[in-house]
Protein backbone atom coordinates (compact mmCIF):
# COMPACT_ATOMS: atom_id res chain seq x y z
CA UNK A 1 0.00 0.00 0.00
CA UNK A 2 2.69 2.30 0.24
CA UNK A 3 3.75 2.55 -3.07
CA UNK A 4 0.73 2.80 -4.10
CA UNK A 5 -0.69 6.56 -5.26
CA UNK A 6 -2.92 8.43 -2.88
CA UNK A 7 -5.57 8.51 -4.90
CA UNK A 8 -5.59 4.77 -5.24
CA UNK A 9 -5.83 4.06 -1.49
CA UNK A 10 -9.60 4.89 -1.71
CA UNK A 11 -10.65 3.29 -4.25
CA UNK A 12 -8.33 -0.58 -2.93
CA UNK A 13 -10.36 0.04 0.42
CA UNK A 14 -13.68 0.34 -1.01
CA UNK A 15 -12.53 -2.90 -3.22
CA UNK A 16 -11.86 -4.90 -0.27
CA UNK A 17 -15.15 -3.80 1.92
CA UNK A 18 -13.18 -1.78 4.34
CA UNK A 19 -14.27 1.55 5.49
CA UNK A 20 -14.09 3.89 8.54
CA UNK A 21 -17.04 5.82 9.89
CA UNK A 22 -16.94 8.49 12.59
CA UNK A 23 -20.24 9.49 14.67
CA UNK A 24 -20.53 12.04 17.50
CA UNK A 25 -23.67 12.37 18.86
CA UNK A 26 -24.80 14.70 21.94
CA UNK A 27 -27.66 15.27 23.92
CA UNK A 28 -29.21 18.53 25.47
CA UNK A 29 -29.22 22.20 24.33
CA UNK A 30 -25.41 23.25 24.14
CA UNK A 31 -23.11 20.93 21.70
CA UNK A 32 -19.75 20.15 22.75
CA UNK A 33 -17.16 22.56 23.24
CA UNK A 34 -15.50 21.43 19.87
CA UNK A 35 -18.57 22.13 17.70
CA UNK A 36 -19.25 25.50 19.98
CA UNK A 37 -15.65 26.30 18.07
CA UNK A 38 -17.14 25.50 15.16
CA UNK A 39 -20.20 27.63 15.34
CA UNK A 40 -17.71 30.35 15.91
CA UNK A 41 -15.77 29.80 13.41
CA UNK A 42 -18.67 30.99 11.89
CA UNK A 43 -20.15 33.83 13.12
CA UNK A 44 -18.07 35.20 16.81
CA UNK A 45 -21.46 35.33 18.35
CA UNK A 46 -23.12 31.68 17.58
CA UNK A 47 -21.46 30.31 20.35
CA UNK A 48 -22.64 33.07 22.84
CA UNK A 49 -26.14 32.74 20.90
CA UNK A 50 -26.48 29.43 21.81
CA UNK A 51 -25.77 29.29 25.47
CA UNK A 52 -27.83 32.31 26.12
CA UNK A 53 -30.74 30.37 24.21
CA UNK A 54 -29.97 27.43 26.82
CA UNK A 55 -30.33 29.63 29.61
CA UNK A 56 -33.43 30.91 28.79
CA UNK A 57 -34.64 28.23 27.82
CA UNK A 58 -33.71 26.62 31.34
CA UNK A 59 -35.72 29.61 33.18
CA UNK A 60 -38.15 29.37 31.13
CA UNK A 61 -38.63 25.40 32.30
CA UNK A 62 -38.58 26.34 36.05
CA UNK A 63 -41.22 29.29 35.50
CA UNK A 64 -43.43 26.94 33.80
CA UNK A 65 -43.23 23.76 36.71
CA UNK A 66 -43.65 26.93 39.18
CA UNK A 67 -46.53 27.50 38.03
CA UNK A 68 -48.01 24.02 37.18
CA UNK A 69 -46.97 23.73 40.84
CA UNK A 70 -49.13 26.52 42.00
CA UNK A 71 -52.44 25.89 39.94
CA UNK A 72 -52.48 22.23 41.33
CA UNK A 73 -52.15 23.46 45.23
CA UNK A 74 -54.73 25.78 44.01
CA UNK A 75 -56.99 23.04 42.60
CA UNK A 76 -56.61 20.92 45.44
CA UNK A 77 -57.74 23.53 47.37
CA UNK A 78 -60.98 24.39 46.03
CA UNK A 79 -61.50 20.87 45.32
CA UNK A 80 -61.48 20.54 49.19
CA UNK A 81 -63.78 23.27 49.76
CA UNK A 82 -66.22 22.01 47.19
CA UNK A 83 -66.00 18.47 48.58
CA UNK A 84 -66.70 20.10 52.38
CA UNK A 85 -69.30 21.81 50.98
CA UNK A 86 -70.90 18.51 49.04
CA UNK A 87 -70.28 16.41 52.37
CA UNK A 88 -72.19 19.52 54.79
CA UNK A 89 -75.11 19.08 51.93
CA UNK A 90 -75.05 15.45 52.38
CA UNK A 91 -75.73 16.09 56.35
CA UNK A 92 -78.11 18.81 55.76
CA UNK A 93 -80.02 16.11 53.74
CA UNK A 94 -79.69 13.02 55.88
CA UNK A 95 -81.28 15.31 58.50
CA UNK A 96 -83.86 15.94 56.26
CA UNK A 97 -84.69 12.43 55.81
CA UNK A 98 -83.04 11.86 52.11
CA UNK A 99 -81.00 9.03 52.43
CA UNK A 100 -80.47 8.35 48.81
CA UNK A 101 -79.67 11.68 47.71
CA UNK A 102 -77.39 12.33 50.98
CA UNK A 103 -75.38 9.02 49.77
CA UNK A 104 -75.05 10.72 46.99
CA UNK A 105 -73.67 13.58 47.58
CA UNK A 106 -71.28 12.24 50.49
CA UNK A 107 -69.90 9.27 48.29
CA UNK A 108 -69.19 12.11 45.81
CA UNK A 109 -67.56 14.77 47.80
CA UNK A 110 -65.51 11.59 48.92
CA UNK A 111 -64.49 10.59 45.84
CA UNK A 112 -63.34 14.71 44.94
CA UNK A 113 -60.85 14.52 47.95
CA UNK A 114 -59.44 11.28 46.93
CA UNK A 115 -58.97 12.74 43.29
CA UNK A 116 -57.85 15.86 43.88
CA UNK A 117 -55.60 14.46 46.75
CA UNK A 118 -53.96 12.23 43.97
CA UNK A 119 -53.64 14.40 41.23
CA UNK A 120 -51.59 16.27 43.80
CA UNK A 121 -49.77 13.38 44.90
CA UNK A 122 -48.55 12.49 41.28
CA UNK A 123 -47.97 15.98 40.65
CA UNK A 124 -45.39 16.14 43.68
CA UNK A 125 -44.35 12.99 42.35
CA UNK A 126 -43.52 14.08 38.61
CA UNK A 127 -41.90 17.03 40.20
CA UNK A 128 -39.98 15.63 41.93
CA UNK A 129 -38.80 13.33 39.39
CA UNK A 130 -37.82 16.27 36.75
CA UNK A 131 -35.74 18.06 39.91
CA UNK A 132 -33.76 14.81 40.12
Known sequence: MENLPKE???????SIG????????????IPPPDQLIEYNEI???????IVAMAEKEQDNR???DNNEFTLDKRSQTFAFVI?????????LLAIQGNPISATGFGLGSIVL???????????????ENSDS
Open 62 to 64: HTN
Open 18 to 29: ISIKHTSVFSGP
Open 8 to 14: EIPELLN
Open 113 to 127: MVTAFLKGKKSDDTQ
Open 43 to 49: DSTFADR
Open 83 to 91: AIFGIGMSG
